[in-house]
């Protein structure tokens, strides 16, 4: 039997619920036996606040809380801005007996097309599109792309959103696990506003 993979790519500046319930709705439904959270390196169509090394220790903890989830450094430990044309590439050495799922919320598949390589990545993995309250599930016209829709429980949260809160003081505990609430209050993160 061919394994299963799922990918959730993402700046995790920091992790949230948001992520969690969505990979591991995607992981139930569609039977996939592991989910590799992979932390972006330098993202490169926006600006991260907490380091790599601090996104990565806030995504380890978060992965504790499932047997589904594994965090993969293949994106952290890469040099310069992350392509996931990349993190495929990586990801496909590296689970070569696998069949890959690369999972993006709505608001990223819309993106797509901005992306590096789009009809290439289409070949590469499938695309799980799972739906994010506030964003339109659109399908984008990608050459060979195909895309799976998986309606996954509403998780109304951002790490824009968490960010903010914790400059303005307000509290995080229902958005992040308390392992990630622990670690953003003890190494100070995200303190200055935006
Ligand atoms: P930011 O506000 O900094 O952009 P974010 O909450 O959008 O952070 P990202 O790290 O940008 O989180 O997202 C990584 C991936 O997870 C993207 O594919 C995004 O669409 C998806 N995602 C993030 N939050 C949710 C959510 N609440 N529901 C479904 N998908 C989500
Ligand atoms: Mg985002």
Known sequence: MRVAVGI?????????????EAAAS??????????????????????????????????????????VFTVSRVDIDRPGPT???????????????????????????????????PELLAEMATFVGVTRPGERFIDPDIAGLQVVRVDVPAVDVSSTQIRSRVAEGEPIDDLVPESVADYISSHRLYRESE
Request: charged share 20%.
């Open 8 to 20: 959730l790519g993402g700046t995790f500046d920091p992790i949230h619920r948001g992520h969690l």
């Open 26 to 67: 995607v992981a139930d439904q569609l039977g996939l036996s592991t989910i590799l959270l992979v932390p972006t390196g330098d993202p490169w169509q926006k600006t991260t606040h907490a380091s790599r090394e601090d996104r990565l220790a806030m995504t380890s903890l978060a992965a504790a809380e499932s047997d």
């Open 83 to 117: 392509y996931t044309l990349d993190t495929l590439r990586d990801l496909r050495e590296q689970y070569s007996e696998a069949e890959l799922f690369f999972i993006v919320g709505a608001d990223a598949l819309a993106g797509l097309p901005s992306w590096r390589s």
